[in-house]
């Protein structure tokens, strides 16, 4: 099967595209559309602002001097990592917001994200914010290594299931098949969608 099969899961990695290139892309049923930058995110909402059911992911890495421009601008945020982050979505978000915890499970200093040793604790600890609506876990898979992608993936379901949370994200161009094996709900696919718009 294509990916396109599953665009009712597929967040559009849209930083590749032009806003006439999301209007493609949209017009093929996409959407869940996902910004790495802030600045990206907006100029594109704006544009696109016709399109009411369009929901907007934030999927890069969020500095704590962003979070006042971009956070109520967002229907999702797919990379929180830190109390602080956490501190100032509390202070600046108007109504509680669909957050996934972005984990580490490669435990690369180098990367972002939570460290499985450090989970239940921040877990714990993100509870006490009433603007975060905590549905799930979002990762990044191995690069070019599909057997630790594998296992990186599986944990990841494993812990949606553990902590009784609804969602994952997890699954790029590259690895969405091993996503799906694992019942990622979202998928991150950017550079797919070159080849059909």
């Known amino acids: 099967m294509s990916f396109l099969d599953y665009l009712d899961k597929t967040v559009v990695a849209s930083k590749y595209f032009s ?4 209007e ?3 017009n093929l049923g996409a959407r869940h559309f996902g910004e790495n930058y802030v600045t990206g995110l907006l100029t594109k909402k704006e544009k696109l602002k016709d399109h009411k059911d369009i929901k907007w992911h934030l999927i890069g890495h969020l500095q704590t001097n962003k979070v006042k421009n971009i956070i109520n601008e967002i229907d999702y945020l797919h990379t ?7 501190i100032f979505i509390q202070k600046y978000r108007n109504t509680p917001l669909d957050c996934l915890i972005q984990v580490n499970l490669e435990e690369n200093p180098q990367k972002e994200g939570i460290f499985l040793k450090d989970l239940p604790e921040f877990v714990r600890t993100i509870k ?3 603007k975060i609506n905590l549905i799930g876990f979002m990762t990044i898979g191995a ?3 599909d057997k630790k992608t594998d296992i990186i993936f599986k944990t990841l379901n494993e812990l949606k299931n553990n902590y009784h949370l609804q969602v994952t994200s997890m699954g790029m161009s590259g690895d969405y098949q091993i996503a799906l094996k694992y019942n990622s709900d979202f998928l991150r696919i950017g550079s797919l969608f070159k080849g059909v718009i």
């Open 19 to 22: 806003t006439d290139e999301m």
């Open 143 to 145: 690069i070019d290594d």
């Open 128 to 130: 006490k914010y009433d």
């Open 80 to 86: 929180l990592d830190r109390e602080k982050l956490a």
């Open 24 to 26: 493609k892309i949209y």
